[in-house]
């Protein structure tokens, strides 16, 4: 089993968006190296699903793979703003995963606290630049996740 980060805006799409759907497609992806990882997926993955463009941004909830990777259906649509005219249905350049709603977190786990938790330090979303809508998570860091969500913030 692995795990990733997954952002979303929270106006655009949310975590609790996803509980009410309880599967979605995550689609629109079009960045080469965010594409790659959902190329790694498996069903069973775990995702923390996190908020960005937020105030304050951060892990709101948690979900899993619930397919294997399959293309993109909104690369072929002429008009949709997802639409790649280069894209080949014999040879689709963009994937999508199907995700499954497991829960909201107690609490937003922000940014501000992953990046201030030296257990952290070398998560990809606390690092500077890092802007990847999906990111690897090792299993140490998503445990300490896991720990901070159920814990009372540091004021």
Do not use: C
Not at 14 to 36: C, F, M, P, T
Not at 105 to 117: I, S
Not at 130 to 147: D, G, H, K, Y
């Amino acid at each position: 089993m692995a795990y990733w980060l997954m952002k979303s805006e929270p106006d655009v799409f949310s975590i609790e968006h996803l509980r009410r759907k309880n599967v979605a497609g995550w689609d629109g992806v079009r960045n080469y190296q965010a594409r790659n990882f959902l190329r790694e997926m498996a069903v069973g993955d775990g995702l923390l699903f996190y908020h960005s463009g937020a105030e304050p941004s951060g892990v709101a909830g948690l979900a899993e793979v619930a397919s294997a990777p399959s293309p993109d259906p909104t690369q072929f649509v002429r008009g949709h703003a997802r639409f790649d005219p280069r894209s080949k249905r014999e040879d689709p350049t963009w994937v999508q995963v199907e995700v499954r709603a497991k829960a909201k977190l107690a609490r937003l786990v922000a940014l501000a606290e992953l990046k201030a938790n030296p257990a952290l330090a070398q998560m990809r979303v606390v690092q500077q630049g890092s802007r990847l809508s999906i990111q690897p998570v090792s299993a140490s860091e998503w445990q300490e996740v896991l720990r901070m969500a159920r814990a009372t913030p540091k004021k």
